[in-house]
């Protein structure tokens, strides 16, 4: 797995047709040595997932560990990528979509408010939800009716209450106020990939549950995409939100036919089907980027950072045979570039125009 991550970032030449679009230029200039913190998050996603995958389909949990030790992972890269001086591609600013000050506010917010709110259920000022579930199984099975979901999404909501007055007052502070240095952009990023991800999976496990009465979806399956949003930014888990139904549905009815040929009928919950779509978006990349350009014609697709506003300034250079680019001085903006710099060297293909 960790192979074929490196030849899809590094080895397989960008003018390769699919395999060599999936992750872009930025990684395939800037190599592997200046992006290795980069990928070190991505390979722990991917083990991340195929763990929480296995587990959870036979055990129908997810240990929260797993999920914390991603989230961990992605907040050092978020600190550590940005101090390392890198080249800069002008169709892929970043590996992930960036953030002015607006949503840099709310994400350092939102996850201010989580912070607290982990506090004070530490403290007991909050109660855990489904605290008494173990006394509803019976008979060593893995999943039990619970009959008081309804009740427990109360408490869920109340712990979630300091991270949505968090993201409502850090929008408003940072509201227009420009983009901040590329360091914060990162960091706030990874914030609020989290909290879009997570908040997106849990939002239908509280209002679910309160339609039907009982748990609609677990708490792993909120811990697994937000990990994921933490690694790959904010919006490529809307994208796996909207596709891992279509898995399940497949599932079901690969399911349904094996019934009827008389073979067991094995249902799985929804955390592998998750885990499914993560794959899906971020190696099936360029065939999402089509449909997506099919569906939603002339709105682009904020993947991989903003478009730079100021474009070529100064020419510095000439033909580099070698690498059949042309080396240029570039201002990025709106995202600053790092390091307190406001010039980089960008690469742009040879013939192409600006």
């Known amino acids: ?139 060593d099975a893995p999943l039990a009716e619970y009959p008081h979901a309804r009740r427990e999404m109360v408490r869920e909501l109340l712990f979630l209450l300091p991270a949505m007055i968090g993201i409502v007052v850090g929008f408003m502070i940072g509201y227009e106020n420009g983009f901040p240095s590329l360091l914060v952009q990162s960091i706030c990023s990874c914030l609020l990939g989290y909290l879009v991800a997570g908040g997106l999976v849990w939002a239908v496990r509280i209002f679910g549950s309160l339609a039907f009465g009982k748990e609609a979806m677990g708490l792993g399956d909120v811990h697994l995409l937000a990990a994921v949003g933490a690694v790959v930014g904010w919006f490529d888990p809307i994208l796996i939100f909207f596709i891992a139904p279509f898995s399940g549905l497949i599932w079901a009815g690969i399911s349904a036919i094996l019934a009827k040929m008389g073979k067991q009928r094995r249902e799985i919950p929804y955390g592998p089907h998750l885990a499914i779509a993560t794959v899906i978006v971020v190696l099936a990349m360029p065939v999402v980027q089509r449909g997506w350009k099919i569906m939603m014609p002339g709105v682009a697709m904020p993947r991989d950072g903003f478009v730079e506003k100021e474009k070529l300034q100064t020419f510095i250079g000439e033909d580099d045979l070698t690498y059949e680019s042309i080396p240029y001085s570039m201002y990025i903006s709106p995202p600053a570039v790092g390091n307190g710099i406001e010039k980089q060297d960008v690469f742009r293909t040879k013939g192409e125009v600006l």
């Open 1 to 139: 797995m960790f192979l074929l991550l490196y030849a899809l970032c590094y080895w397989i030449p960008t003018s390769t047709p699919f395999l060599g679009e999936i992750f872009g230029q930025w990684w395939h200039v800037n190599g592997i040595y200046l992006t290795l913190p980069a990928f070190i998050a991505l390979a722990s996603m991917f083990s991340g997932l195929l763990a929480m995958t296995v587990i959870d389909a036979r055990t129908y949990t997810i240990p929260i560990q797993i999920p914390i030790a991603m989230i961990v992972v992605a907040l050092i890269v978020s600190v550590v990528q940005p101090l390392i001086q890198l080249r800069f591609t002008p169709h892929q600013p970043w590996m992930m979509p960036m953030v002015d000050w607006t949503w840099a506010g709310a994400a350092i917010g939102g996850f201010s408010g989580v912070l607290l709110s982990t506090l004070l259920l530490r403290l007991g000022v909050f109660n855990y939800s489904f605290a008494d579930y173990e006394e509803y199984i019976k008979d």
